[in-house]
Structures are given as structure tokens and as C-alpha cells.
């Protein structure tokens, strides 16, 4: 990991206190000198992850100093409990410690998490429009990329194909076809167009197939078009594209847990499985490796475009990271402001703005461009939001006592 460490700062963790509504769950750190940091679990099946934080991470983080970030996730990878027990649950909890961990730093220091890894001041940063729907037509989805476009300025979207896990099924038989022709005809040739497949297709031909119609229609990125743990099939399909000169590249990652496999597909020279790394901040561990992947897809040349699919906390990580980032070495936030159902971003048609349930500010779309309301009008520290008190008292609250058997157990071998 990279080494990230404010060696002045003696701070402990004295205090562990997870929220959730079953959807989303949030981590608030306290400290010996009374500094408070809020972090973001990994979503999905959250009432697990909260076990296992209580169980695995907060014991072994209790009483610890936050002055080195990479050291506590090593602490907790280390834990004897934690023998064989390392997946993407776990990685889900450490990410909920590290961001609250960062939020915390940045409180200390009065400064944004932006600046405090990079020395840079945040701006509004590109943002593309992200469909999670396979329900909708063509024509209907068209429309809704064209009006945020036309209230927003977004320039960029990306939309879905295939079949989820489909083994080389669509999710209606000639639907890719109608959305990628539809979204582009509607949004014409200068708007940016992205797919995502979720590991829709089994066969490397039946990929290739799918990636020479997308170049036809002058599509950006072909995201996770297989099962994730396929590498292999990622790399025939990005070979077959650089060999074939095809205008398109291969995207993936966002459900790569293991900091040495990211290493091993960036570090590569030739033969890599995609071109842009997308790490989840929720399902990698958390900003500091995520962080990581930033600098190692910076060195070798790949494009960063971190996966934050959400109306939670993630996108405004992914605005802080990608604002911390060399310029030319990352892509757009994912925005998931196109689709109605939970955790959409429903933009305001004239402002712009977006509140959401678990914090304040607002996050706004401008000209194209994300960024939280009133960031120029005062400093950011951390991640620059406050939890939002009403959503807070509606969850269900569990304090960490370092005195319960789950945090003393150990190992009887």
C-alpha cells in the first residue's frame, strides 16, 4: 500500500459506533482527543458486514493510533481470527474503519481528504450519467440520458447490456442492440458512451462479436464483460481489440478484493486483462487501497475510473480521489442519477442539487461537473459532510464494547 502515515498526529481510537437502515451502513469514529470521523461500510448484505466489523475489525482497532492508515488495515488483515477469513465481507468492514479513518485525519489537519494525499485543492470534477436498468427500452432511456444532458451539461453516460451473469444472453432478445443504437443516435457522436455487461457473456467470440458492433457505434468502454474472476477472458478479449485496432477498450474490477491480484494486472507490461481500473471503494477496502490502485494504474499507464454507483457516500470519495489525481490519468465519477428506485440521485432539474438521506450537504451537477454544494464558499475538511441527525436516530445504532466475548475470543489451536 502506499505509505500514507501523519507520524505527529498520537490520536487513539476510543470509541466505535456503526448506524444502518438495512440499505447503507456508516461507521463514526471517536478519538482519545475528541475528534469525531464518519465512514461508509461496502453495500450490500450490510447487516453481515456490521458482524464481521464488530467480530474481526474493531477489536483489533480499539485503542489503536490512526496516525498510519495502512498499517491498520495490515492489523486487521493480520489478526489471528482473521486466518482464512479474508474476502470481500471483510474488505466491506475495513472500508467502513478506513473511510471514517480519513474523515477523521482530515478534522485533524482542517483539510480535505483531496488535500491531505495530494496537496491539491478540490474542484468540480467530470462526472458521467450511470444507468443501473436493464428494464428499459431503448427509446425511454435515450430520452433520459438526452434531458440530463440538456439540464446538466453531462457529456458522458454509460448504460447496460447483456444479461447479468447472462452466459451469452440479453435481457430481451436484440435489447443491446436497441439502447446502444437508440443512445446514440438520440445523444449523437460527441457525447461519451460507456456499456456495462456484469458478466453477461461466457464465450470470448461472442464478446468479440459484441465489442466490433460497439466500435461501430463509437461506444467508450466495454465494462466486466465477463464473470470478474475471468482474467483470463478479459485479457483475450483486450488482445483481440489492440490486434484488431479497435477504438474501444476493456474496463473492470470493481469486485477485486485482492490488493496482490491488482498489482500483478497493472504491473503487467502486455497481456492485460483491461485498460481502465475500477475499484469499489465499498468492495477494495477503502480509500488507502483504492488509493493505492490509483498510483499503480498513474505508473503503468492505465486509466482510473473508480466504480461509485450509489446516492451514498461514494461518489464523493471518488471526487476527492479523482481531484487528488495527476491530470490525463483518470476518467469521469460514476454518477447513478438516470433511473428511479433506491439509492438513484435524482437531480433537481434547475439547480442541479441532490440531497440525500444520509448526510449534508448536497451534492450538485454543474456544466457536467460533480462537486458538493458550497465547496468554494468554505473549506472542506475530510469529506466535508455532516450526517444527517434524522436518518441517524431511525437506524439501528450498536456501540462496540471492547469488553464482549467476541472481541476477547481467541483462537483455541
Known amino acids: 500500500m502506499v505509505n500514507l502515515s501523519f507520524s505527529d498526529y498520537e490520536g487513539t481510537i476510543s470509541g466505535l459506533e456503526t448506524f444502518s437502515d438495512g440499505e447503507a451502513a456508516f461507521l463514526l469514529l471517536k478519538t482519545s482527543d475528541g475528534l469525531e470521523g464518519w465512514g461508509e461500510f461496502g453495500g450490500k448484505d450490510v447487516d453481515i458486514t456490521l458482524e464481521l466489523f464488530h467480530r474481526r475489525v474493531a477489536p483489533v482497532v480499539h485503542g489503536k493510533k490512526i496516525n498510519d492508515p495502512g498499517a491498520l488495515i495490515e492489523a486487521v488483515i493480520r489478526f489471528e481470527l482473521n486466518y482464512k477469513m479474508m474476502g470481500v465481507q471483510l474488505s466491506k468492514a475495513i472500508a467502513g474503519l478506513d473511510s471514517a479513518v480519513w474523515d477523521t485525519l482530515g478534522k485533524r489537519y482542517q483539510k480535505s481528504v483531496c488535500e491531505l494525499i495530494s496537496g491539491k485543492c478540490l474542484q468540480p470534477y467530470p462526472c458521467y450519467a450511470s444507468s443501473i436498468s436493464r428494464k428499459i427500452s431503448g427509446e425511454k432511456l435515450a430520452t433520459k440520458l438526452n434531458q440530463l444532458r440538456v ?24 435489447r443491446t442492440e436497441e439502447v446502444v443504437k437508440a443512445c446514440r443516435t438520440t445523444l449523437g457522436i460527441d457525447c461519451l458512451i460507456g456499456v456495462d455487461a456484469n458478466g453477461a457473456y461466457e464465450n470470448v467470440e461472442t464478446a468479440k462479436n459484441v465489442a466490433s458492433f460497439l466500435e461501430e457505434h463509437k461506444i467508450w ?5 465477463f464473470p470478474w474472476v475471468d482474467y483470463d477472458k478479459y485479457t483475450a478479449l483486450q488482445k483481440f481489440l489492440e490486434e484488431e485496432k479497435l477504438d474501444i477498450f476493456v474496463a473492470g474490477g470493481e469486485q477485486e478484493f485482492r490488493l ?21 471503494f465499498g468492495y477494495c477496502g477503502g480509500p ?5 490502485i490509483l498510483k499503480l494504474s498513474q505508473q503503468h499507464g492505465l486509466t482510473f475510473m473508480p466504480h461509485s454507483p450509489q446516492g451514498d457516500l461514494m461518489p ?23 433511473d428511479d428506485g433506491i439509492a438513484q440521485i ?11 438521506k444520509y448526510f449534508q450537504p448536497a451534492v450538485q451537477v454543474k456544466n457536467g461537473k460533480f462537486s458538493l454544494k458550497h465547496h468554494d464558499e468554505k473549506p472542506i475538511v475530510g469529506w466535508g459532510i455532516q450526517m444527517n441527525k434524522q436518518w441517524l436516530a431511525a437506524s439501528s445504532q450498536v456501540i462496540f464494547s471492547p469488553d464482549s466475548d467476541s472481541a476477547t475470543k481467541r483462537s483455541a489451536l
Open 260 to 280: 496482490d491480484i491488482w498489482k500483478l494486472m497493472i504491473i503487467k507490461n502486455h497481456n492485460r486483462p483491461f485498460l481502465a481500473s475500477q475499484p469499489d
Open 221 to 225: 468502454f466495454f465494462e466486466e464483460p
Open 151 to 174: 439540464d446538466h451539461g453531462i457529456q458522458a453516460f454509460k448504460i447496460k447490456i447483456g444479461k447479468r451473469m447472462g452466459k451469452d444472453e440479453d435481457e430481451w432478445e436484440g
Open 316 to 338: 464523493v470519495m471518488a471526487w476527492q480521489m479523482l481531484c487528488a489525481s495527476n491530470p490525463g490519468t483518470c476518467s469521469h465519477i460514476e454518477l447513478a442519477c438516470v
Open 346 to 356: 435524482k437531480l433537481d432539474p434547475k439547480s442541479g442539487e441532490y440531497s440525500t
Open 288 to 292: 488507502t487501497i483504492a488509493f493505492t
